[in-house]
Nanobody, 118 residues
Framework: VQLQASGGGLVQAGESLRLSCAAS????????VGWYRQAPGKQRELVAV???????NVADSVKGRFTISRDDAKNTVYLQMNSLKPEDTAVYYC?????????????WGQGTLVTVSS
């Protein structure tokens, strides 16, 4: 199983980025997939989540600016980030989680760095 996160980079405040998380070995549509971020010196936090049925939630800190979506044909989950702020600077990770037969399966991607300059 591999989750490949990409799309990070250096942008100025107010600009946009789209992160991608491509999966191999699992099917995203049966998983709850989340984007998390970890800023230097801070704990990892949940940014957005999309469930197997397609419902989504985003953290209050990014509400109205970030959108999570899924392309089942590409087995990829996206995080569209608009109106970026310096406080969005962090390493962003994707995570896939599901239960099957009483066993939890949980996988992490390698992270992609987003840096927002003021």
């Amino acid at each position: 199983v591999q989750l490949q996160a990409s799309g990070g980079g250096l942008v100025q405040a107010g600009e946009s980025l789209r992160l991608s998380c491509a999966a191999s070995g699992i099917i995203f549509s049966i998983n709850t997939v989340g984007w998390y971020r970890q800023a230097p010196g801070k704990q990892r936090e949940l940014v957005a989540v999309i469930r197997s049925a397609g419902s989504t939630n985003v953290a209050d800190s990014v509400k109205g600016r970030f959108t999570i979506s899924r392309d089942d044909a590409k087995n990829t989950v996206y995080l569209q980030m608009n109106s970026l702020k310096p406080e969005d600077t962090a390493v962003y990770y994707c995570n896939a989680d599901h239960w099957e037969g009483g066993t939890r399966y949980n996988y992490w991607g390698q992270g992609t760095l987003v840096t927002v300059s003021s």
